[in-house]
């Protein structure tokens, strides 16, 4: 999956950002010129619109009617990768994978993942800083037996999210597990840059799930020292 | 209860704290026996080791009675008596199913921070420092042990604590430097005869050492090695060490050199020692290095370093060429309490080793600041001292 596969089902994006900028200023002048000259007023209100929808949205109907291929989603997907190498059999890191209601077992903010019926799954999860749960339903989109597993979430989603795991057989070191989740900030540019300073956080976060997938799923715990006695407590008292 | 805690550099307080409780299913609650000072702690108290909080109960040498055990521990039953490992092996990973249990991927809760430095992460240790995960230590009447099917050890019958302790930490970490450097024949050469260095001696009998030397500059430690580590003795605050091993050794040189001191290591070279204490204490290098720059130096052409002297991270000028040139290879590592323990708990019950004499000094933890000057001035004739938190016959 690369940094620019589509994510969630958005027009395609087809104009490059100089290109952009040109339709915004020419669209910018045609709807002035539409809005305060007196010749041609139609013409140039709807060929206005139209480089501005261009602008906007990075899609360009002629382009696509001409068969120029999309090019690369200007608010672009954010990636974070992980690997981690875990001391069991592929198959049975697999099996536990596929079963993703095993998931906030060990990733912290994912509160719940629920199967449904048609293959669908509902996700929960509780993003630090958000006041309230993030939730989305997500499909798989790819399984290979033993080998890879991958998921997108449906329209709707309030971020727009896939992620892709891949599992290899590493001899006597048991199995690599490989992550990659891609998503797509919300809020277009300006959510983007927020996400842009967020992604070292996410993806420490997310190497950490990844590490305490493996801490859950060899010893069946997650370490901790969390309600341990220290002199750092409140009732604690220097005899 | 009541607990030794560290609350800045040489600043030790006994506390009242709340008592420990099992947090994860392989868990149990140790009310501990005796808990001794080890060397390493020294490098904690005296400051030189990060990550240490105001608050953190020390010591990572202990044994004691089983009080609690949590619902996944299938081994131990509440009133068995168990000396535990000090270092944390979850028993699953990689490297504790290779016995490299001092390595093990998941004890160390903050492994994060401990991987930014050393590149990957290892085992936790209890009480000694949050970049080994911060566990509470032992120096406490209570202590939690994780994984407790792998870390506790049933003391055999007529085993006594005093016998048993040093099973913790100092006879497998001695144990370990011989064992992964001395092949039989070898003249080993012991820096450092502390507790480690004097079980390392012991150890390096057992492994077929055809002779041992041991370096200090403390009469009665050299004593002490002279008498259980049937060592040959140079006190290097009276003689050159280099030249004195070369003459013992037919101008040949130890075949293995062991390094029991590590980071704090003093040296008959005033010039080095200053240039090292400095460039330490303002921070310039974490680790002062003479002796092993000397182990490197002294040792035989294609010989073995072997280093359980307790290091944090960078050393300063290292005789990196020598080492190369003279094909030397370097043994080192934490001990990996669990693939030894066992063993040697068969060596004492069979009285081929005893490393009982190691405890001079037996206290209550009232004293825990007492007995730590005492250890670091070596006052007394003090070798270890250990507390007895909670008296138990």
């Given at each position: 999956?690369?940094?620019?596969?589509?994510?969630?089902?958005?027009?395609?994006?087809?104009?490059?950002?100089?290109?952009?900028?040109?339709?915004?200023?020419?669209?910018?002048?045609?709807?002035?010129?539409?809005?305060?000259?007196?010749?041609?007023?139609?013409?140039?209100?709807?060929?206005?619109?139209?480089?501005?929808?261009?602008?906007?949205?990075?899609?360009?109907?002629?382009?696509?009617?001409?068969?120029?291929?999309?090019?690369?989603?200007?608010?672009?997907?954010?990636?974070?990768?992980?690997?981690?190498?875990?001391?069991?059999?592929?198959?049975?890191?697999?099996?536990?994978?596929?079963n993703l209601e095993?998931?906030?077992?060990?990733?912290?903010?994912?509160?719940?993942v629920t199967t449904m019926d048609n293959g669908h799954s509902h996700?929960?999860?509780?993003?630090?800083?958000?006041?309230?749960?993030?939730?989305?339903?997500?499909?798989i989109?790819?399984?290979?037996?033993?080998?890879?597993?991958?998921?997108?979430?449906?329209?709707?989603?309030?971020?727009?999210?896939?992620?892709?795991?891949?599992?290899?057989?590493?001899?006597?070191?048991?199995?690599?597990?490989?992550?990659?989740?891609?998503?797509?900030?919300?809020?277009?540019?300006?959510?983007?840059?927020?996400?842009?300073?967020?992604?070292?956080?996410?993806?420490?976060?997310?190497?950490?799930?990844?590490?305490?997938?493996?801490?859950?799923?060899?010893?069946?715990?997650?370490?901790?020292?969390?309600?341990?006695?220290?002199?750092?407590?409140?009732?604690?008292?220097?005899? | 209860?009541?607990?030794?805690?560290?609350?800045?550099?040489?600043?030790?307080?006994?506390?009242?704290?709340?008592?420990?409780?099992?947090?994860?299913?392989?868990?149990?609650?140790?009310?501990?026996?005796?808990?001794?000072?080890?060397?390493?702690?020294?490098?904690?108290?005296?400051?030189?080791?990060?990550?240490?909080?105001?608050?953190?109960?020390?010591?990572?040498?202990?044994?004691?009675?089983?009080?609690?055990?949590?619902?996944?521990?299938?081994?131990?039953?509440?009133?068995?008596?168990?000396?535990?490992?000090?270092?944390?092996?979850?028993?699953?990973?990689?490297?504790?199913?290779?016995?490299?249990?001092?390595?093990?991927?998941?004890?160390?809760?903050?492994?994060?921070?401990?991987?930014?430095?050393?590149?990957?992460?290892?085992?936790?240790?209890?009480?000694?420092?949050?970049?080994?995960?911060?566990?509470?230590?032992?120096?406490?009447?209570?202590?939690?042990?994780?994984?407790?099917?792998?870390?506790?050890?049933?003391?055999?019958?007529?085993?006594?604590?005093?016998?048993?302790?040093?099973?913790?930490?100092?006879?497998?970490?001695?144990?370990?430097?011989?064992?992964?450097?001395?092949?039989?024949?070898?003249?080993?050469?012991?820096?450092?005869?502390?507790?480690?260095?004097?079980?390392?001696?012991?150890?390096?009998?057992?492994?077929?050492?055809?002779?041992?030397?041991?370096?200090?500059?403390?009469?009665?430690?050299?004593?002490?090695?002279?008498?259980?580590?049937?060592?040959?003795?140079?006190?290097?605050?009276?003689?050159?060490?280099?030249?004195?091993?070369?003459?013992?050794?037919?101008?040949?040189?130890?075949?293995?050199?062991?390094?029991?001191?590590?980071?704090?290591?003093?040296?008959?070279?005033?010039?080095?020692?200053?240039?090292?204490?400095?460039?330490?204490?303002?921070?310039?290098?974490?680790?002062?290095?003479?002796?092993?720059?000397?182990?490197?130096?002294?040792?035989?052409?294609?010989?073995?370093?072997?280093?359980?002297?307790?290091?944090?991270?960078?050393?300063?000028?290292?005789?990196?060429?020598?080492?190369?040139?003279?094909?030397?290879?370097?043994?080192?590592?934490?001990?990996?309490?669990?693939?030894?323990?066992?063993?040697?708990?068969?060596?004492?019950?069979?009285?081929?080793?005893?490393?009982?004499?190691?405890?001079?000094?037996?206290?209550?933890?009232?004293?825990?600041?007492?007995?730590?000057?005492?250890?670091?001035?070596?006052?007394?004739?003090?070798?270890?001292?250990?507390?007895?938190?909670?008296?138990?016959?």
């Amino acid at each position: 999956m690369n940094e620019n596969s589509s994510v969630g089902h958005k027009p395609a994006v087809n104009v490059s950002n100089t290109e952009r900028i040109i339709s915004a200023v020419a669209a910018g002048y045609l709807l002035y010129s539409a809005a305060t000259g007196n010749k041609a007023r139609l013409l140039k209100a709807g060929s206005g619109a139209f480089l501005l929808y261009r602008a906007l949205s990075g899609n360009c109907p002629l382009y696509s009617a001409l068969g120029k291929a999309p090019k690369p989603d200007p608010v672009k997907n954010i990636n974070v990768r992980a690997v981690v190498t875990v001391n069991k059999p592929k198959d049975e890191v697999y099996t536990f994978w596929r079963n993703l209601e095993n998931i906030p077992l060990f990733m912290k903010h994912i509160k719940s993942v629920t199967t449904m019926d048609n293959g669908h799954s509902h996700w929960e999860a509780d993003i630090p800083g958000m006041s309230s749960l993030l939730s989305w339903d997500a499909e798989i989109v790819k399984e290979e037996e033993c080998t890879l597993l991958s998921w997108n979430s449906l329209p709707g989603a309030a971020i727009d999210n896939a992620g892709k795991v891949t599992f290899a057989d590493a001899g006597e070191n048991g199995t690599e597990v490989s992550i990659i989740i891609t998503y797509r900030a919300p809020f277009g540019p300006a959510g983007e840059s927020v996400a842009r300073l967020l992604n070292p956080l996410f993806k420490n976060m997310v190497k950490e799930d990844l590490r305490n997938f493996r801490r859950y799923f060899e010893t069946g715990e997650i370490p901790t020292t969390k309600g341990q006695p220290s002199g750092r407590e409140e009732t604690a008292t220097i005899l | 209860m009541k607990a030794l805690c560290w609350n800045g550099t040489r600043k030790l307080n006994v506390e009242r704290v709340s008592d420990p409780s099992i947090l994860n299913p392989k868990d149990a609650i140790i009310r501990v026996a005796l808990s001794s000072v080890c060397g390493s702690d020294l490098h904690l108290v005296n400051g030189f080791i990060p990550t240490m909080k105001a608050g953190d109960i020390i010591g990572h040498e202990f044994n004691g009675e089983v009080v609690e055990v949590g619902p996944e521990v299938k081994k131990l039953k509440k009133g068995d008596r168990v000396v535990v490992g000090s270092v944390i092996g979850c028993g699953e990973c990689y490297h504790c199913t290779h016995d490299e249990w001092s390595l093990c991927d998941n004890s160390n809760p903050s492994a994060v921070y401990q991987e930014k430095l050393f590149g990957y992460p290892t085992a936790a240790i209890y009480g000694y420092s949050h970049l080994f995960g911060g566990y509470a230590g032992s120096h406490a009447e209570y202590i939690r042990v994780a994984y407790a099917d792998n870390g506790c050890f049933k003391i055999p019958d007529g085993i006594s604590w005093e016998q048993s302790l040093f099973a913790s930490d100092a006879l497998p970490t001695g144990y370990m430097a011989a064992d992964m450097a001395v092949k039989p024949g070898d003249i080993v050469a012991v820096w450092g005869a502390g507790g480690v260095g004097l079980m390392a001696m012991k150890s390096a009998w057992l492994k077929g050492a055809s002779r041992v030397i041991a370096i200090d500059r403390f009469d009665y430690r050299l004593a002490y090695a002279k008498q259980e580590g049937k060592a040959e003795i140079i006190n290097y605050s009276e003689v050159n060490v280099l030249e004195e091993l070369k003459e013992l050794t037919g101008g040949r040189g130890p075949d293995v050199c062991i390094d029991a001191v590590g980071m704090e290591a003093r040296s008959s070279n005033k010039l080095e020692y200053a240039y090292d204490k400095v460039k330490q204490n303002l921070r310039l290098q974490p680790d002062r290095a003479a002796v092993l720059r000397q182990a490197v130096m002294a040792c035989r052409k294609g010989g073995t370093v072997s280093v359980v002297g307790v290091y944090s991270s960078l050393v300063d000028s290292f005789p990196m060429g020598i080492l190369m040139n003279k094909a030397l290879t370097v043994k080192s590592g934490q001990m990996h309490a669990q693939k030894y323990i066992p063993h040697l708990l068969e060596l004492l019950q069979q009285g081929e080793l005893d490393p009982a004499f190691l405890l001079t000094h037996k206290w209550p933890l009232d004293a825990g600041a007492e007995g730590y000057k005492m250890f670091n001035d070596k006052a007394d004739g003090c070798m270890r001292v250990a507390f007895n938190p909670s008296v138990m016959a």
